[in-house]
């Protein structure tokens, strides 16, 4: 769904991570309790095996006992399409980063279905192989243009955190050759908030991170620039890890529509702040670093020697380093 209305500084917050305590309708704080128990007992086993064609990247990971698949919104059926939006619905219910009491008058149980675009979104989806359940996700959005516009084309339409915080992320890049349907935005990083604090906790935003990375270099010249809006200690962290040069931009004041069901991600404590960045030319060698620890190949022996590694590779670049991240959401 897009970011849209008040400003975030004069809205009254919310702390992240908190169990779903629903909107001011009754009816709506229980419908948000059925929704997310809808999507709790929902399994998502065959996922793998019927996505259309060969996913964008596929990992497997029997020591962790989870699978990660990114492919693009067509190549998955439409009911694993929805059951990826459901669990995004079901989780920024639980975080209360929604309305559930515009989520309930319009008796939604998933996000908006993709509208049809000259590009495709892309999917990245981490699954328990024992159980089904989907464990993490991290969706790339495409351009709305149907035009592969100049990055700094006045008639280009904004992606959703451009227009939510207000500035023009991409002008800054633009160069010939370079244009609007190369530029994703990264949205939804989320970890399944009912998971115990173990090594498969751990592992899934590293998948995710993976399966991003393995799609980045699959699709080469047709994924060039990436930009959102995420917080500083969370994917921000992530991002520099693997291997991105991110342009932050500090002190914005997000514009939300009151009537947008998303009003309430910029009602927090600590607010996402908008980034861009190029694809990175050294990614594969990020890439092979996590790989080969979630593979049981590395000679890391830990995440803090993996997370040791990347930072360290980030100075010698010249680019900050950062400390362990702490989760995985938006």
Request: aromatic share 6%; hydrophobic share 40%; charged share 20%.
């Amino acid at each position: 769904m897009s970011t849209a209305g008040r400003t975030a500084g004069t809205a009254p917050r919310r702390t992240s991570g908190q169990e779903h305590d629903g909107g001011r309708d009754p009816r709506a704080r229980r419908y948000a309790q059925d929704i997310i128990g809808l999507h709790d007992r929902l399994s998502y086993r065959r996922l793998p095996m019927e996505l259309r064609g060969a996913p964008l990247s596929l990992v497997e990971d029997p020591h962790g006992a989870l699978v990660t698949v990114t492919g693009h919104d067509s190549q998955f059926p439409s009911r694993y399409l929805k059951g990826m939006l459901g669990f995004r619905l079901a989780q920024y219910l639980r975080l209360n980063w929604i309305s559930a009491d515009a989520v309930h008058r319009t008796a939604a149980f998933h996000e908006p279905l993709p509208q049809a675009h000259a590009v495709e979104n892309i999917h990245t989806v981490t699954l328990c192989t024992r159980s089904g359940k989907i464990r993490g996700y991290v969706g790339l959005a495409c351009s709305a243009d149907t035009e592969n516009l100049p990055l700094d084309s006045a008639c280009r339409i904004p992606f959703p955190t451009e227009a939510a915080h207000g500035i023009d992320l991409l002008s800054r890049y633009a160069r010939p050759g370079l244009g609007t349907h190369q530029a994703f935005e990264f949205k939804r990083f989320l970890r399944d908030q009912t998971m115990p604090r173990n090594e498969q906790y751990a592992r899934v935003p590293w998948h995710l991170m993976l399966g991003i990375g393995e799609a980045v270099l699959g699709l080469g010249d047709g994924l060039r620039m990436v930009l959102g809006d995420a917080k500083e200690h969370v994917a921000l962290r992530h991002l520099r890890l693997v291997g991105f040069d991110l342009h932050v931009v500090e002190g914005t004041s997000p514009q939300l529509s009151a009537a947008d069901p998303m009003a309430p991600i910029y009602r927090q404590t600590v607010l996402a702040k908008p980034f861009v960045a190029p694809v990175p030319a050294d990614i594969p060698w990020y890439r092979d670093v996590v790989r080969s620890y979630l593979a049981g190949t590395s000679d890391l022996a830990s995440w803090q020697a993996v997370i040791t590694t990347l930072a360290a590779r980030k100075r010698r670049s010249g680019h900050r380093p950062d400390a362990a991240p702490e989760g995985a959401h938006r």
